[in-house]
């Protein structure tokens, strides 16, 4: 008999993905560059010269076992301690290759990193807006996902509601910044608070509260800033990282689980997501990818587009009378739609061939998310079809 849990599942499928599909099959009619598709947030930019360089150059001078053989189910050494390295250098941490686990992106080091510090029947805490698939990644180990409401003036975090959803059954707390869909990137005051707050709250109920640290899109930021890194703020965070954006790599499937030095069980934290793989038969991302990637470690693909992106439409959609919050980061941006109902409306803009995504799957009515890592020709193309939008349906 299939499993009902699953079929159940079909019903649900993402939001994001069947208007992807939607408008690749409308492309086909009207010719793709025609669909103002704003769904999906798949990185547009080439990967950068030298990952390809990389690429040539394994091929040509590894053997056919190093590169395409089993990885160690824990990740290769040499690339862990590569990436200990850079994140050491960088965020002036205390990595060694045992802290880090290689997985299959952002999403796979989220799932690893749940499991490992949960069990049936915990509760874990995210903020809102989040992305939807933490609904699969947690719900489906046992545990269950509670989300805080939104704070929609900034997009930081509400800490009255954050302080009264924390219990004794709170096991940790996942947070994405710089954030998917509002673009939001959460201060280092934010961050000091919500520390300090976890830090009480592990006190008072006498075991530890992990935070699952959420990063893909920790290299783009806006205005020559930096976002600040959440683990040198809170000992018991596990960061979960994907160069699917960095590198523009999203095919590729590589990231990583890096457990704080400090944190509760550190030296434990890889083996333990080495066996969670034995469960899920995960087991490790390919040899060549990760031996591709530590060589690059401290590059990233030319993303200067998609702050570019975000001004051009952050302008045109306050002059068009939208409200939102301008992003930090990401490739996202997060308006406020112009009915309460956001499904309503972004079903209307589909006659406009705008393609855009409403905001209850995020966990925050009445918004849109809008995935601008497209060529900026194709951004300033939409803007006519925005304005026609606005001017004859509100």
Request: negative net charge; glycine residues 6%; aromatic residues 10%.
């Amino acid at each position: 008999m299939i499993n009902e849990q699953y079929k159940k599942m079909l019903e649900e499928k993402s939001v994001i993905r069947q208007l992807s599909e939607f408008a690749a099959a409308r492309g086909k009619e009207i010719g793709y560059e025609n669909v103002f598709d704003y769904s999906l947030g798949n990185p547009s930019v080439p990967v950068p010269e030298k990952f390809t360089e990389t690429m040539a150059e394994l091929l040509r001078s590894k053997s056919s076992m190093e590169l395409h053989g089993y990885s160690p189910s824990l990740g290769i050494a040499s690339v862990k301690e590569k990436i200990a390295a850079s994140l050491n250098k960088r965020f002036g941490m205390h990595y060694t290759g045992s802290h880090i686990f290689p997985a299959t992106g952002a999403a796979g080091a989220v799932a690893h990193a749940v499991r490992c510090v949960t069990k049936p029947g915990d509760e874990v805490l995210t903020i809102a807006p989040y992305f939807p698939e933490y609904n699969m990644y947690v719900n489906m180990t046992g545990a269950v996902l509670k989300v805080v409401t939104a704070d929609t003036e900034g997009f930081q975090i509400r800490f009255d509601k954050l302080e009264e959803m924390l219990t004794e059954k709170t096991a940790a707390l996942l947070i994405n910044t710089p954030n998917n869909p509002s673009g939001a990137v959460y201060s280092e005051a934010t961050l000091r608070e919500l520390a300090s707050l976890l830090k009480r709250k592990q006190k008072e109920y006498g075991h530890d509260i992990f935070l699952i640290s959420d990063e893909p899109y920790r290299e783009i930021v806006f205005g020559g800033k930096s976002a600040p890194y959440v683990s040198s703020f809170y000992d018991n965070t596990l960061s979960c990282y994907s160069y699917s954006k960095s590198l523009s790599l999203p095919g590729e499937r590589i990231g990583y689980v890096a457990a704080n030095p400090a944190c509760t069980d550190a030296e434990l934290i890889s083996a333990i997501c080495g066996q969670i793989s034995r469960g899920i038969g995960h087991n490790c991302p390919p040899s060549i990818i990760q031996l591709a990637v530590s060589e690059v470690l401290d590059v990233t693909a030319d993303m200067a587009v998609y702050e570019r992106n975000m001004n051009i439409l952050y302008d045109e959609l306050t002059a068009l009378g939208f409200e939102c919050v301008r992003p930090g980061g990401t490739f996202y941006i997060f308006p406020r739609a112009l009915e309460e109902d956001a499904a309503a409306f972004c079903k209307k803009a589909l006659a406009y061939d705008l393609v855009l995504v409403p905001s209850d799957s995020f966990g925050v009515p009445g918004f849109f998310r809008m995935a601008y890592c497209i060529d900026t020709e194709k951004v300033e193309r939409s803007l006519a079809a925005f304005r026609r939008f606005v001017k004859e349906c509100y």
